[in-house]
């Protein structure tokens, strides 16, 4: 339902962060290769640095563990989506409701680029579920997504509070889509009706009464 | 800005039931205080078992490992005050906006218990915070209680759409609360503040259109 979106490009970087990210990107596809191959618990970190040709050293200067490779291709999508949209000249969201939709398009780009290769997205579900600790840490992923959303809010001027909130509620779809996309192919789809269903109750209100939000929180 | 809660009393149990529970709290109350003088990585579950007086088996019917032990106090809580709001003859919420606000008393309750010691709630943060696997533990329990608080909705005769995203939403109010309060004490009122932003956005319409969240959801 979304439409294609264009490739993600970095900036022009120089030489030396080039080869950093060409040995980060090696890293994350040696690893993708091998737990698909022998699960997660049957791959050391030594094994993923020896297949992507580089030293343990240098594997641990770019992820903390094993288990932060597996989610560096998903976080570096996202710090890349925001990242692009916090070049764009949007004002300030003033209510909740304002800043809820300046994230909608963020995550819905997140969720038609995450399962732009079905397969791929399915395997790292699986592989997630297949494991407590990643199972956990996937939950922390999701916690800190919460993070970069509001962040791109406050850049855009909006007020800690209220881009906390709309950051949590952006999650919220995302979270709820998830559970309900059997088929990877429908995230989008599922993501764009939750935030479809919050705004259809949030717009009409949030249009006449524009500011209200955060003045009248504390009177009910 | 709560009234007192009333305590939550756990119904008529027998006696080998009751044992259990004894079993079970004498384990939890012997590793919050190891882990208070002794940290985390300080504790062994064979270290909690010895000061419960109980086996390491009979730990292990209790707590699938060690990190489960950290957050059975709130998990427990939830538990009671979603079987006892279950007990509650509430009708069945037709929007999501319906849903939200059943969910709201759910959440101010847990608030309000979960810093009703407000010196336990802040060590249990700090425990938290000094271990990144107790970090990743706890996003994956707040994720839980979603789960909890959906099955409340769906007990009720919400349908599983609606119940899912108003679960994920009213975590979200919950995730930034827990951000929002230095204080602990000012959880449930940084919560209540949360909710009230979103009611504020979505009640005029709301009450206009009930019913109507699900129907317009894909016609944007």
Wanted: proline share 4%.
């Amino acid at each position: 339902m979304e439409g294609p979106y264009a490739p993600l490009v970095a900036p022009d970087v120089p030489l030396v962060e080039r080869k950093r990210r060409q040995a980060r990107q090696r890293i994350i596809d040696a690893a993708d290769e091998l737990f698909l191959a022998n699960g997660f618990d049957g791959v050391s970190v030594s094994d993923i640095a020896e297949r992507a040709e580089v030293g343990r050293m240098t594997f641990f200067r770019y992820f903390g563990d094993k288990q932060e490779v597996v989610f560096a291709k998903q976080e570096e999508l996202l710090a890349m989506i925001a990242a692009a949209q916090s070049e764009a000249a949007v004002s300030a969201p003033r209510t909740v409701a304002e800043a809820i939709e300046q994230l909608r398009p963020v995550v819905l780009e997140l969720c038609a680029r995450v399962t732009a290769d079905p397969e791929s997205f399915t395997r790292h579900y699986e592989l997630l579920a297949s494991h407590r600790e990643l199972h956990a840490r996937d939950a922390l992923k999701t916690q800190q997504a919460a993070g970069t959303l509001r962040a791109l809010l406050v850049h855009r001027g909006c007020t800690e509070d209220v881009a906390l909130l709309a950051a949590e509620v952006a999650v919220a779809c995302y979270q709820t889509a998830r559970q309900l996309a059997g088929d990877p192919r429908t995230l989008p789809e599922k993501a764009a009706t939750a935030f479809d269903q919050l705004h259809t109750l949030t717009s009409s209100n949030a249009r006449t009464s524009a500011g209200s939000a955060r003045g009248d929180a504390g009177n009910r």
